[in-house]
């Protein structure tokens, strides 16, 4: 199974989204990308919005976790999408590191109707709307204590 990382950062009403073209359409990513094998899922995080956008984040809270199936084209996918608490520098796009053509500040009212990869926009909404916001616990090494 393949591990996808990515993270939401909100500002003003709006998330960060990655802009891409693809059958002639335009979708939107939230940035991010795989994790390497034996990569802690955090750094992965980092090192993915540094690569493609230029910037430094601050990872906060694992808010969706969602599982893809496998097609004739991708393998099957467990995204793990987390808050953003901050972006340190200005996001621009770096070609070299990304097919992504561009970003877009996409207002938090319309992500549940826009096409999003992950496929998670209605949740995000949800997420980003509601009060109190209800994460899931993300335990950076649930192994620590050496039980086993």
């Not at 094998?37 to 969602?66: C, F, M, N, T, Y």
């Not at 207002?107 to 997420?127: R, T």
């Not at 509601?130 to 899931?136: D, F, R």
């Amino acid at each position: 199974m393949r591990v996808r990382v990515s993270a939401v950062f909100e500002r003003d009403g709006e998330i960060l989204c990655m802009k891409y073209k693809y059958g002639g359409k335009e979708v939107f990513a939230l940035p991010g990308g795989g994790v390497d094998q034996d990569s802690p899922l955090k750094e992965a995080l980092v090192k993915e919005w540094k690569d493609e956008l230029g910037v430094r984040i601050e990872p906060g809270r694992v808010i969706i976790v969602g599982e893809a199936p496998s097609t004739k084209r991708h393998p099957q996918t467990l995204h793990i999408i987390f808050e953003a608490l901050e972006i340190y520098g200005t996001p621009k796009v770096r070609p070299d590191n990304t097919t992504s053509i561009g970003i877009d500040w996409v207002a938090v009212e319309d992500i549940a109707k826009l096409p999003i990869y992950p496929d998670v926009g209605k949740n995000l909404h949800a997420f980003l709307t509601q009060e109190p916001k209800t994460t899931l616990a993300f335990i950076d090494n649930c192994m620590e204590r050496g039980f086993w």
